[in-house]
């Protein structure tokens, strides 16, 4: 049987804070991955802030893609596609990507497939793990988002549950700032709760009343808020190591609960992790042996795939490509595109 010809695409991902390009082979094999973080030029400012993360998407963007196709060892000619992120995130950041793309699938007659950022989060699971496919259910967790979706088919979601305030990433940056951590919380927070107590201090796990699937952090946030604010009032002082641990742990069992659940319910038998909360250490533990337990195969992306990288955008791309979606040349940046949407 003669073999079909392999399809490959340059994928382009800016956001937010990172970036990226990377070349991938039939959706699967990612022959490069190249990612340029600005992080520690936000630290300085203990946050991300937009201007800046465009003008530097801009100044690092054609190295970025340039050493991606130099790693993969393809040149322009040889792509089958380009796909870009262009929603949801930053719009400045996004429209770098967004042009970019544009005018290298204008250049080089190649068609352009616009991705959904947090479309390529889930997809990033497919990249290790050869046997998954559709269906299964994600949790995604990521700064801006937290959803619980039904993967019923490449590209096709259903939403099951997502928050009502807070996303768990934005809980982990707003309380490791709290503490005195500073940006990026997530990363500072899963390291110093390895050295504090998870039972410490017994901070709230929210559960909304008619909505089994759906989550709320502003509570538990405003919980660690108060008990730093009691701490100071009384002279005591905080152990910041306790204080991770109790609030990592009442987000890893809110997360980990309702996905098992929702796993049960709607008759999953594959559970995966994704988003830049995917790469939490507790997060990842917790999931392995609550899946375990109920008989559930779990999968999670390497924390290198589960932060923001383009390599995720180009698997996405991939199954978008295969479905015959083309995006036109007048695709614009969408900072608020919802998920399932185009
Ligand atoms: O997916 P991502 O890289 O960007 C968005 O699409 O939002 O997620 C970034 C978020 C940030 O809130 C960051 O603090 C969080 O992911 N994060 C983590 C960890 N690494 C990144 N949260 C908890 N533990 C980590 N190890
Ligand atoms: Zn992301």
Request: charged content about 20%.
């Amino acid at each position: 049987m003669e073999n079909e010809k392999d399809i490959l695409i340059l994928a382009v991902e800016s956001s937010c804070d990172e970036t990226a390009a990377a070349v991938v082979k039939n959706g699967r094999t990612v022959l490069s991955n190249v990612i340029s973080s600005q992080i520690a030029l936000h630290t300085l400012y203990g946050g991300v802030v937009p201007e800046i993360a465009s003008r530097k998407h801009i100044e690092k963007i054609n190295q970025v893609i340039g050493e991606a196709l130099f790693q993969a060892g393809v040149g322009l000619a040889d792509l089958d596609a380009v796909g870009v992120t262009y929603g949801p995130g930053l719009v400045g950041a996004l429209l770098v990507g967004v042009a970019e793309a544009k005018a290298i699938a204008y250049a080089a007659k190649k068609p352009l497939i616009g991705v959904h950022h947090i479309e390529g989060h889930v997809s990033a699971n497919f990249i290790e793990n050869p046997e998954l496919c559709p269906p299964f259910l994600c949790l995604i967790v990521s700064g801006g988002h937290t959803h619980l979706v039904l993967v019923k088919d490449y590209g096709v979601y259903e939403v099951i549950g997502r928050t009502h305030d807070d996303a768990a990433g934005e809980a982990y940056d707003k309380v490791a700032r709290a503490i005195g951590l500073g940006y990026p919380g997530g990363p500072k927070i899963d390291a110093l709760a390895k050295e504090g107590n998870p039972e410490a201090v017994a901070f709230p796990r929210a559960h909304i009343e008619g909505a089994p699937f759906d989550f709320s952090f502003s509570g538990l946030k405003s919980a660690v808020l108060n008990y730093l604010n009691t701490c100071e009032m009384k002279g005591e002082e905080v152990n910041r190591a306790d204080v991770a641990a109790s609030f990592q742990q009442a987000v890893v069992d809110v997360l980990t609960e309702r996905a098992v659940t929702a796993a049960k319910e709607y008759r999953m038998e594959r559970v995966a992790l994704a988003g830049g909360v995917a790469s939490n250490s507790a997060l990842r533990a917790a999931m392995e042996s609550a899946c375990k337990r109920h008989g559930l195969k779990f999968y999670r992306p390497s924390p290198i795939f589960c932060t923001d990288n383009a390599a995720m955008i180009g698997v996405a791309a991939y199954y978008e490509y295969k479905k015959g979606v083309r995006s036109g040349l007048d695709l614009n940046a969408v900072p608020n595109l919802k998920i399932g949407e185009r």
